[in-house]
């Protein structure tokens, strides 16, 4: 049985990039917990060697079918997955995309040492992503920017516009049902502090 259940049929310029591990680092404060924030697709967050070059330390996977399974990184040290499952269009409630958001502010928080019996482990940074890394990852990470870094991204839409940027994502990504889900969960104010 496969971990991934993926589409058959996507466009040709996302299946381009689907065997291609992509990482972009996204600069600025995150907290004492991580070193790092971190964009990605399902590739990177199954590259050992890519990760480790990162100084990534765990993952965050924001898609329902996929399972990304433990990882061993080159050193010795194991990667730290987590998961919150998005479906990349409607279906969604808007309290799992904040649960999300919410995540990552714990992560930053504060680095949970392990106990002596868990696997290896080092700090480092996080990748968030989902399969290809357009959609529902940017939408938890423009979120996440405009909500903790409001003197950089004063409204949602500069967050999206950056993460677009630098993803290199046209107007078509993230979908406009993430976007939607996106606007009420600001509207509801459930990722406030």
Not at 13 to 29: H, K, N, R
Not at 174 to 186: I, Y
Request: with cysteine.
């Amino acid at each position: 049985m496969s971990r991934h259940h993926l589409p058959q049929a996507v466009p040709a310029s996302e299946a381009a990039e689907d065997d291609t591990p992509l990482l972009w680092q996204i600069p600025g404060e995150i907290g004492p917990g991580l070193d790092a924030l971190w964009l990605g697709n399902l590739p990177a967050a199954e590259d050992r060697a890519a990760l480790q070059r990162a100084r990534i330390g765990a993952s965050l996977n924001l898609a329902m079918n996929i399972f990304p399974g433990p990882l061993l990184r080159p050193d010795g040290t194991h990667l730290r997955r987590y998961q919150i499952g998005l479906l990349d269009g409607p279906g969604n409630a808007p309290e799992t995309l904040a649960a999300a958001v919410t995540l990552i502010d714990g992560l930053a928080a504060v680095y949970t040492e392990g106990k002596p019996h868990y696997p290896a482990h080092e700090k480092g940074g996080l990748l968030v992503h989902c399969r290809g890394g357009r959609s529902r990852s940017v939408t938890v990470l423009a979120l996440w920017l405009h909500l903790r870094r409001p003197a950089e991204f004063p409204r949602f839409e500069e967050a999206l516009a950056y993460l677009r940027a630098l993803r290199g994502l046209d107007e078509t990504y993230p979908l406009p049902p993430m976007l939607t889900l996106a606007r009420e969960v600001l509207d509801r104010g459930l990722c406030t502090r």
